[in-house]
């Protein structure tokens, strides 16, 4: 049974940082592409970023380029995500996605089978 379990999520001022984790079980997680998402209330659910587990390395979306750093640690079966020069709409719940093993990294929701609970992360101005 795979599990995705978030954490990091909170209240953060704008111009703040913070850094989610989500630890992954029940997977090979070296073989798995693994992803970040985000919904908003009133808003469907957006890719963040993604990490490979090839060489093609990470995704972002474009409102987060040069803010958002994605990370994974496959000693640990860890997967993070650092948020840095937060802003408002930056607030959503954040949701850690995986694909089955051995398939590509991409940015469509309806392509990963495996998520998390979500953690909620709320930028005020």
């Known amino acids: 049974q795979v599990q995705l379990v978030e954490s990091g999520g909170g209240l953060v001022q704008a111009g703040g940082s913070l850094r989610l984790s989500c630890t992954a079980s029940g997977l090979t997680f070296s073989r798995a592409a693994m992803g970040w998402f985000r919904q908003a209330p009133g808003k469907e659910r957006e890719f963040v970023a993604g990490?490979?587990?090839?060489?093609?390395?990470?995704y972002y979306a474009d409102s987060v380029k040069g803010r958002f750093t994605i990370s994974r640690d496959n000693a640990k079966n860890t997967v993070n995500l650092v948020m840095n020069s937060l802003k408002p709409e930056d607030t959503a719940v954040y949701s850690c996605?995986?694909?089955?093993?051995?398939?590509?990294?991409?940015?469509?929701?309806?392509?990963?089978?495996?998520w998390g609970q979500g953690t909620q992360v709320t930028v005020s101005s």
């Open positions: 996605a995986a694909r089955p093993p051995g398939l590509q990294l991409t940015k469509r929701v309806y392509d990963y089978t495996y």
């Open positions: 990490v490979s587990w090839t060489t093609i390395g990470a």
